[in-house]
């Protein structure tokens, strides 16, 4: 996946993202992550999602004030519900769950005290790669900022 091999040794358009990223695996045999601040990206080992100039698996970039209440208590716990089709209160859920659980989900992630800023970056990154923002991602303030022309 070009964009994960990217975002380790990230140069050009943000030479300013150098934080280690984790790598975790599935999210549904995850059973605990850090009760701090960070971000993550979640992505499909076995599915690549056409973008308007590359394809990639990853589907979703996220922040968290406290990653294990985001990503497992909220992110597995749907993605869960989704596959095995025991949405509660509602017949569809976010992008971000269904995708998870229609092509299945990885993690990786990087600890820091300024998430959202991070988060914008690294959509930004994204997007000069790929052309668009992740498929499950929906607009984002701390994204846009950076290109005032839009």
């Known amino acids: 996946m070009k964009f994960l091999e990217i975002i380790e040794n990230v140069r050009g358009n943000h030479p300013e993202i150098n934080d280690s990223f984790i790598?975790?695996?599935?999210?549904?045999?995850l059973y605990e992550l850090p009760n701090q601040a960070g971000v993550y990206v979640l992505y499909s080992e076995r599915q690549k999602f056409p973008y308007p100039w590359e394809s990639s698996g990853v589907f979703y970039i996220g922040k968290a004030d406290n990653l294990n209440t985001r990503v497992i208590e909220t992110h597995k716990k749907h993605t869960?519900?989704?596959?095995?089709?025991?949405?509660?209160?509602?017949?569809?859920?976010?992008?971000?769950?269904?995708?998870?659980?229609?092509?299945?989900?990885?993690?990786?992630?990087?600890?820091?005290e300024n998430s959202k800023e991070l988060e914008g970056k690294l959509l930004a990154r994204f997007a000069t790669v790929n052309g668009a923002i992740p498929v499950a991602n929906r607009k984002h303030d701390a994204f846009w900022y950076l290109f005032p022309e839009l």
């Open 23 to 29: 790598s975790v695996g599935n999210l549904l045999d």
């Open 80 to 112: 869960l519900a989704a596959k095995s089709n025991q949405r509660k209160g509602n017949s569809l859920y976010y992008p971000v769950y269904e995708y998870g659980a229609s092509y299945g989900v990885s993690c990786i992630y990087c600890l820091c």
